[in-house]
């Protein structure tokens, strides 16, 4: 097995014992990204330096017994919404081209200090804007299972990295879907933690009461061992909840007999793929075998959702993207004439058309008169569906469902039709209404050979028992198991 | 045509505190540019803003003050608008659940008790500074952001003041409860108070509103008080023309003494607010409002009455007491060590105030005690010196901050009331003034007060004044 195939559970004990030397290691990386990422363009940017600089730091450390952090050792990377102290940072937007951000966002700060070694930062659509990272303001990313589909998105750099071998895990941020869609495109594990459970200081906010970071391994485990370093209370976020983390791997072996598990008739309905269809049917069959209990549910709201989800996600990303104003920081337009026409300008000319429109319906949402009808009304649709999962959750653990309608759509296809992409994240919107926790993780294969992800929900703070119920389908399966075959000659550039 | 006035004012005051709304920063005024500042406090991308918990605080001591209704669930609001002072380009302000509502704050103009009401409430976050280059044709501004981010009160008052000396008493009553209250210190001049006044006219004995002008830039409450009278004149000629008024928002201008259009109600900013997603709502039980409400003096207005019963002082001495708490809290102090309301009352307000004028001292930093003012009055009480010479020591207090006890025997001030040595000086007088004793005995009486005065002098002012009195008179009467 070559390095970067192990996981991070594995890797991390080969580090401290020294079978594994961390150098090593990051070098192995730097040379598979060298060869792999220019045909699938996970990266937007490399830290070889600074990585392998960490690298030997570590090593030394561990040659002379001092203690290292829980991390040690282990590739990382990181979404390029996230703050990176002294590292660019820029959203894949031209509009942060130059941003360097003189302070690390929590959950880097976090990484740091267990050692993690940050590899570089991953493409996403502009400001996490989108489901296919096509809307990136550099390059398209391409999904290492077929280079002519798309990773999903926005997360689609971090998913496309992990799926690939270019990093051991990544992180991602999840704002309607964009950890657990890409993870379901690219055949890796995403969660998507409640809101308030992982900090959001020094994540480029796209809507503040939806977004939160979540992780992209390559199996349940993994998930659990990088959800435990980053999750906790911190200071600097206010909706960061002061909830005691547990030790995510400590019951994630308990199995779900006994366990109940809601199927919402809603996420079953028109328009899901027959093959992700039989997928899940395969895997709740698979669930009762284990001994849980598979039960009928209803989420009657949910038609509402993508509804509610553009005009609330729209509305905050309205203001939160004021700031990108060429007056501080970021890009700033060459001529103008006055300072009116300089804000025009530089927003013009540093945002993509993605971007763009979503400002434009969100202060549409937001302004006088329109208020009430749109903002108001969604904000209160938006608590009838928080309702519904309070009601199912009265009645099961969790709810397994698809994360995405489709294994997967070709670079382009959707791209042309916002509404249409909008619908791609159908099933994973409703938890970032509700803030409850999401996973998504492999469960079987399309006709044309495209992973595809089984999501399952749960109650607020439930993290672990979600690892629980999502490990005890990975221990029984080989979804996880299964590589992308990189369609190019290793040599070849396209 | 005759006209009513209509005024209502909105008031922001900066919060005393130490560090920003919403980080850590200092919020110290007068540092070098761009100093006191922080990712958090620049806007800069993926910051989130933290509660200052005393901020929130000295707001709602001031709601409670201001006699508000405090809502027990307040969140804030995003106010959105583009200026390069603003730097999220969206302030985060209150709107849909105001800190404080429905409040009150009674006046005093000419003797008559008034009440003006209070629509809200509110706690925001100020904005930075444009500096704009002094060189001609410079194509450039500068931003200070040192105090962007410093909290800032809003006080929404109702339009219920119907003329300048209303607005007045509203300025300055409002300025003494936050001063009372230590949420703002109130510097006009550092623009941690700042006024907007709203004006509109109808005919007297109309109960229906006109439009309504907002007045900006107003830097002193004498400009408040000017551009309302240009405001009410400006308004009642154009309506004796016949003309409508426009709802507007016009700029003062300090040097000219004029308003001019800012903009139109059409041009008027679409705030677009929506409930701040990044700080959670604030819930407000009774323990903590408890809390708080301890922490309020007694207000101004209460404590001038209350000074006016007790110590039996007129209106115009209370209204010079309670016009600084610093002041009031002085005499206070001072009574609880001698009763002596009246002497007190006349110290601090003469002498004190004097003092401090022509010293140009901070009434924050007094150099003298009330202990030490109750002593000197012990002392003027016991005889020990003349009210004369009490002037003097106190003086000498003010410059030294020395105890007056210790003046009186360094200088040997202490008066003089040894008869023996009290006649010779006056054997020596008379005998050096036959002239003034043959005009008195001729019946010319003032020749007695010469003499008085001639003893005062030979022993510096130092001889008890009642004694040498009596004795003179019995001297040229033997």
Redesign the interface.
């Known amino acids: 097995m070559r390095l970067f195939e192990y996981t991070a559970l594995q890797i991390k004990e080969k580090i401290i014992s020294g079978e594994i030397l961390p150098v090593d290691l990051v070098k192995q990386f730097i040379e598979h990204i060298k060869i792999i990422d220019p045909h699938v363009q996970a990266y937007l940017n490399l830290h070889e330096e600074d990585a392998l600089q960490k690298a030997a730091q570590i090593q030394k450390r561990i040659e002379n017994a001092e203690k290292v952090g829980y991390l040690a050792g282990v590739p990382i990377a990181i979404k390029d919404?996230?703050?990176t102290k002294g590292l660019t940072?820029t959203?894949a937007s031209k509009i942060?081209r130059n941003?360097i951000?003189?302070?690390d966002?929590c959950v880097v700060k976090r990484l740091k200090e267990e050692d993690a070694i940050i590899l570089g930062k991953t493409n996403l659509d502009e400001f996490a804007m989108g489901s296919s990272t096509e809307n990136s303001g550099y390059k398209i990313t391409r999904n290492p299972w077929n280079l002519e589909y798309v990773p999903g998105g926005s997360s689609g750099g971090s998913a496309a990295a992990v799926a690939a071998n270019l990093s051991i895990m990544a992180l991602g941020s999840d704002t309607g879907g964009s950890v657990r869609q890409p993870a379901a495109l690219c055949g890796v594990v995403g969660v998507k933690p409640t809101y308030g459970r992982v900090s959001?200081?020094?994540?480029?906010?796209f809507g503040?009461?939806l977004d939160q970071i979540g992780t992209f391994t390559r199996d349940v485990k993994d998930a659990a061992v990088l959800l435990q370093v980053i999750a906790g209370h911190d200071?600097?976020?206010?909706?960061s909840m002061p909830v005691p983390v547990p030790d995510y791997l400590r019951e994630i072996d308990s199995g779900v007999r006994g366990l109940r598990i809601g199927i919402p008739k809603e996420y079953f309905a028109a328009g899901l793929n027959e093959d992700v269809h039989n997928a899940l049917k395969d895997a709740l069959r698979k669930y009762e075998q284990l001994g849980a209990k598979v039960v009928d549910i209803s989420l009657p709201h949910t038609e509402y959702a993508v509804a509610v989800y553009y005009i609330v996600a729209n509305?905050?990303a309205?203001?939160n993207l004021?700031?990108?104003?060429g007056?501080?920081?970021g890009y700033r337009t060459s001529k103008s004439n006055g300072?009116?026409d300089m804000?025009c300008r530089t927003r013009s000319e540093g945002f993509g058309n993605e971007v763009k429109r979503r400002i434009m319906l969100g202060?549409y949402a937001?302004?006088?008169g329109y208020?009430d009808a749109y903002?108001l009304k969604a904000s209160r649709v938006r608590n009838l569906i928080k309702g519904d999962f309070d009601v199912a959750f009265q009645k099961v653990d969790c709810i397994v469902c698809p994360t995405s309608p489709v294994p997967g759509f070709k670079i382009g296809e959707r791209a042309k039709n916002p509404l249409e992409m909008y619908l791609s994240d159908i099933y994973t919107i409703p938890a970032n209404l509700a803030g409850i926790p999401g996973i998504s993780l492999p469960c079987g294969f399309s006709k044309e050979g495209l992973p595809i992800g089984m999501q399952i929900l749960g109650r607020h703070f439930e993290e672990e028992k979600l690892l629980q119920i999502a490990y005890a389908f990975e221990r029984e399966t080989d979804f996880h198991r299964k590589k992308p075959v990189l369609k190019f000659s290793p040599t070849q550039k396209e | 045509m005759e006209y009513e006035v209509v005024v209502g004012l909105e008031t922001h005051a900066e919060l005393a505190t130490v560090s920003k709304l919403f980080c850590g920063c200092s919020t110290k005024f007068g540092s070098e540019p761009n100093t006191q500042v922080c990712p958090v406090c620049l806007g800069m991308p993926g910051v989130l803003p933290v509660m200052n918990k005393k901020a929130f605080e000295y707001a709602l001591k001031a709601a409670i003050a201001l006699n508000c209704k405090i809502r027990e669930y307040t969140n804030f609001d995003r106010k959105s608008y583009y200026y390069p002072d603003l730097p999220k380009n969206y302030q985060i302000s209150q709107n849909y659940h105001n800190l404080g509502v429905d409040g009150s704050m009674d006046i005093c103009v000419h003797d008559r008790v008034n009440r003006i009401r209070i629509h809200n409430v509110h706690l925001e976050e100020e904005a930075g500074k444009l500096i704009h280059p002094e060189e001609a044709g410079a194509d450039y501004s500068l931003v200070d952001f040192n105090r962007a981010g410093v909290p800032l009160l809003e006080i929404v008052s109702y339009p219920d003041m119907r003329n300048v000396d209303e607005v007045e008493s509203y300025m300055q009553t409002l300025r003494k409860i936050l001063l009372y209250t230590e949420v703002s210190d109130c510097k006009m001049q550092e623009g941690s108070l700042r006024f907007e006044a709203s004006i509109s006219l109808r005919k007297k004995g109309s109960e229906k509103l006109g439009n309504r002008v907002e007045i900006k830039n107003l830097n002193s409450m004498k400009s408040v008080l000017k551009a309302i009278e240009y405001e009410t004149k400006r308004q009642a000629d154009s309506l004796d023309r016949g003309e409508t008024i426009d709802r507007e928002t016009r700029l003062w201008d300090e040097v000219n003494e004029k308003s001019a259009r800012m903009r139109s109600k059409e041009e008027a900013q679409d705030y677009r607010y929506f409930p701040e997603p990044d700080l959670l709502p604030v819930v407000i039980d009774a323990k903590w409002l408890d809390e708080v409400k301890v922490t309020i003096p007694e207000l101004p207005l209460a404590r001038k009455q209350r000074f006016m019963e007790v110590f039996k002082l007129s209106d115009y001495d209370t209204s010079l007491l309670i016009e600084e708490k610093i002041l009031a809290d002085f005499f206070e102090g001072c009574i609880k060590i001698v009763d002596r309301p009246k002497a007190f009352c006349n110290w601090i307000t003469n002498d004190l105030l004097r003092e401090v004028n022509d010293r140009k001292l901070d009434i924050h930093h007094l150099p003298i005690r009330p202990k030490q003012l109750a002593a000197l009055v012990e002392i003027i009480e016991k005889g020990t010196i003349s009210s004369t010479i009490a002037k003097e020591v106190f003086s000498e207090m003010i410059q030294t901050g020395k105890d007056p006890q210790a003046i009186i025997e360094e200088k040997k001030l202490a008066q003089i009331s040894d008869e023996g040595f009290i006649e010779a000086v006056i054997v020596k007088v008379i005998s050096g003034n036959p002239a003034v004793i043959e005009d008195y005995k001729k019946g010319k009486k003032n020749a007695l007060t010469f003499l008085v005065g001639q003893v005062m002098k030979e022993t510096k002012g130092k001889a008890n004044p009642k004694m040498v009195n009596e004795l003179v008179q019995k001297k040229i009467d033997a």
Request: glycine residues 2%; charged residues 15%.
């Open positions: 919404n996230i703050c940072t959203c942060l941003f951000p003189p302070y966002a959001r200081f020094g994540l480029i906010a503040s009461s200071i600097h976020d206010s909706t509305a905050e309205s203001s004021a700031r990108y104003d007056v501080r920081y300072i009116v804000y202060n937001l302004s006088s208020y903002y």
